[in-house]
Antibody, heavy 116, light 110 residues
Framework: EVQLVESGGGLVQPGGSLRLSCAAS????????MSWVRQAPGKGLEWVAN????????YYVDSVKGRFTISRDNAKNSLYLQMNSLRAEDTAVYYC?????????WGQGTLVIVSS | QSALTQPASVSGSPGQSITISCTGT?????????VSWYQQHPGKAPQLMIY???NRPSGVSNRFSGSKSGNTASLTISGLQAEDEADYYC??????????FGGGTKLTVL
């Protein structure tokens, strides 16, 4: 059974940083693109970033370019999202998802609140 | 990176059929057969219902079907049931190797 478990969310002040993690199990992690998708409270889904199987390609939504960095550690079956210069509009539940063309599997999400 | 366009809400009575549209551009929906649909109940993670325009994952009811014409994809739910009441999102791969979602459609079963 595929499992994706996010962690690392919490309350952070504007301008602060946070690192999200996603622990993957139940599939061959190193052979899949992985993605981060977020959902602001009461709003729709927004794709954030994706990363190729070997980490050699990374893509971001314009609103986080230069502030967020997606990475992975295939030896640890883990996906990460380093978030710097956080803004109030980054407040959301952040989901990790398996894939790039479509998302068969999602984690339960981790809540990030950016507020003073 | 503009969101795909979906109606904000649709409704139908039990047993009826409804269709949700999803309009993109020639850089996403129109260029690839990588349109997917997700169902999300309150407080839950999204669940894939349709992928690659018209394919159903194992375990998803055959009451759910998808199609595409040009830059517009559609999700049809036939034989509406109370448990179908949820938010539905379309998504598409894009020519920039990114992904884009629709704004979401709230389905109300009357």
């Amino acid at each position: 059974e595929v499992q994706l478990v996010e962690s690392g969310g919490g309350l952070v002040q504007p301008g602060g940083s946070l690192r999200l993690s996603c622990a993957a199990s139940g599939f061959s992690f190193s052979t899949y693109w992985m993605s981060w998708v977020r959902q602001a409270p009461g709003k729709g889904l927004e794709w954030v970033a994706n990363i190729k199987e070997d980490g050699s390609e990374k893509y971001y939504v314009d609103s986080v370019k230069g502030r967020f960095t997606i990475s992975r550690d295939n030896a640890k079956n883990s996906l990460y999202l380093q978030m710097n210069s956080l803004r109030a509009e980054d407040t959301a539940v952040y989901y990790c998802a398996r894939g790039v063309l479509r998302y068969f599997d999602w984690g339960q999400g981790t809540l990030v609140i950016v507020s003073s | 990176q503009s969101a795909l366009t979906q109606p904000a809400s649709v409704s139908g009575s039990p047993g009826q059929s409804i269709t949700i549209s999803c309009t993109g551009t020639s850089s996403d929906v129109g260029s690839y057969n990588y349109v997917s649909w997700y169902q999300q109940h309150p407080g839950k993670a999204p669940q894939l219902m349709i992928y690659d325009v018209s394919n159903r994952p194992s375990g998803v009811s055959n009451r759910f079907s998808g199609s595409k014409s040009g830059n517009t994809a559609s999700l049809t739910i036939s034989g509406l049931q109370a448990e179908d009441e949820a938010d539905y999102y379309c998504g598409s791969y894009t020519s920039s190797s990114t992904h884009v979602f629709g704004g979401g459609t709230k389905l109300t079963v009357l």
